[in-house]
């Protein structure tokens, strides 16, 4: 059973910085696949970025070039480096490890709890 528990959620003004974390537990994280999605009120889950386990990234058009998702296999986290933020970004962020080494659309493994990230203008 993995266990995923996000952190580093918070309030910041617009412009601002956040890094979230995820830290993972229960099988071989470096084997794969983690993304970041996140949901605001009122919306669809969407997706914000990926990394396979070859670190090869993906990140949605709204947060190329503000947003960068890493992953330290030794300590089993992957993170999110949020930078620039805009009052868009509120939104709960969520943790997904995928099913495989890649991350193929809605091959969903697990879920962690969400973080709430609100950016203030």
């Known amino acids: 059973q993995v266990q995923l528990v996000e952190s580093g959620g918070g309030l910041v003004q617009a412009g601002g910085s956040l890094r979230l974390s995820c830290a993972a537990s229960?099988?071989?994280?470096?084997?794969?696949?983690m993304g970041w999605f996140r949901q605001a009120p009122g919306k669809q889950r969407e997706l914000v970025a990926s990394?396979?386990?070859?670190?090869?990234?993906d990140y949605a058009d709204s947060v190329k070039g503000r947003f960068t998702i890493s992953r330290d296999n030794a300590k089993n986290t992957v993170y999110l480096q949020m930078n620039s933020l805009k009052p868009e970004d509120t939104a709960v962020y969520y943790c997904?490890?995928?099913?495989?080494?890649?991350?193929?659309?809605?091959?969903?493994?697990?879920w962690g709890q969400g973080t709430r990230v609100t950016v203030s203008s």
């Open positions: 997904l490890q995928y099913s495989g080494s890649y991350a193929i659309p809605h091959s969903f493994g697990s």
């Open positions: 229960g099988r071989t994280f470096s084997s794969y696949a």
């Open positions: 990394i396979t386990s070859g670190e090869r990234t």
